[in-house]
């Protein structure tokens, strides 16, 4: 039987008008302020089927949004892959022969291993040298709410707290595979005040992630300042947003078999109150929650063999404030 396509609940922009960009650089644009400021970076497409980051990047672009002090650039990262989307396999366009978004340290930068993100990786790799802020837009595989990866450092979940949303803030330290750009060089060190944070606005293509993107990118802007406030007051939400909460990872569960399970229903954000519960079962394997209230980050909907099932976290106090 023929597995229904997933929903495409938006309209995926035409990009290749910004494929020039002003940098010498394809799709990436660059506007210095008349005054000086922070250089504060805003990224879509990091994963080609995540458009909600080059819905924002085209609305901000063709709005002729410029900055009044400091520089503002705008870059559409794995611009290839986006342009690869087709809405009839939407999952495809992730990346073209790598996760962009697993090689940035600098021995895989440096290294002589090539890939088609790698090469953008280097092309792009200035860029974010050049970037005081970084605001990297992403969305999500399953529905779950929009959530803030801070990285492991204070000065991430400071950044996402000042932004006022999205809800929930994720502190962690990325993943095995590969390291993330929210996390390279300067972003990761926490003696460094320049800062990096990594937003997944909701699923990839429902309606509302969009919204969230655009509503972080322009909270974003305000806070570092660097764009006429009344533009930015015109198009941010007034209404008031829930308070945030901060959620430590503690564990990654990663698929060892091929007959994984989980033993109940499992969505985004889900507390299990009991530590001991059975959350899974892998092959042989039994998979308890390993203490009480502990939180179910982007359960995989469709588990594989060697992918994460789930991450583990827990609400942290958030007295370092
Ligand atoms: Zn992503």
């Known amino acids: 039987m023929n597995q229904p396509g997933p929903r495409v609940d938006v309209a995926i922009p035409d990009i290749a008008g910004w494929a020039c960009g002003n940098t010498g650089i394809p799709y990436v644009w660059r506007f210095d302020g008349p005054a000086s400021g922070p250089h504060v970076t805003i990224q879509g497409v990091t ?5 909600c980051g080059a819905i924002v990047l085209d609305w901000l672009l063709r709005r002729k949004v410029r900055p009044v002090r400091g520089t503002l650039t705008l870059i559409f990262a794995n611009a290839a892959a986006y342009e690869s989307f087709d809405a009839t396999d939407p999952y495809a366009a992730r990346c073209l022969d790598e996760d962009f978004n697993r090689v940035w340290d600098g021995c895989v930068l440096d290294g002589p291993r090539r ?3 790698l090469d953008r990786a280097r092309e792009l790799r200035p860029c974010y040298d050049a970037t005081d802020f970084l605001l990297d837009l992403h969305s999500m595989t399953d529905p779950c ?6 990285g492991r450092h204070a000065k991430g979940q400071r950044l996402a707290r000042a932004l006022g949303m999205p809800p929930y803030i994720i502190v962690d330290a990325g993943h095995r595979a590969g390291r993330r750009l929210r996390d390279y060089a300067q972003f990761d060190d926490p003696a460094d005040a320049r800062n990096a944070l990594l937003i997944e606005c909701g699923q990839h293509w429902e309606r509302s992630t969009p919204l969230v993107a655009q509503q972080s990118a322009l909270r974003f802007l305000r806070h570092f300042e660097v764009c006429d406030r009344a533009f930015l007051d015109a198009f941010i939400e007034p209404r008031e947003l829930p308070p945030q909460q901060t959620i430590e990872i503690t564990d990654v569960v990663t698929i060892a078999s091929a007959s994984f399970s989980f033993a109940l229903p499992v969505h ?21 929650t390993p203490y009480d209230d502990c939180v179910l980050i982007m359960p995989a909907q469709r588990p594989k063999q060697g992918e994460t099932a789930v991450r583990l976290g827990r609400y942290l106090d958030t007295s370092y404030q």
């Not at 994963?47 to 458009?51: A, F, T």
């Not at 709410?145 to 801070?150: E, I, R, T, V």
């Not at 985004?268 to 959350?279: C, V």
Request: no cysteine; glycine share 12%; charged share 30%.
């Open 47 to 51: 994963h080609g089927n995540e458009v």
């Open 145 to 150: 709410p929009a959530l803030a990866l801070a």
């Open 115 to 117: 890939t088609r993100e």
């Open 268 to 288: 985004g954000m889900m507390t299990i109150a009991r530590a001991g519960t059975l959350l899974a079962r892998d092959g042989e394997r039994d998979i308890r």
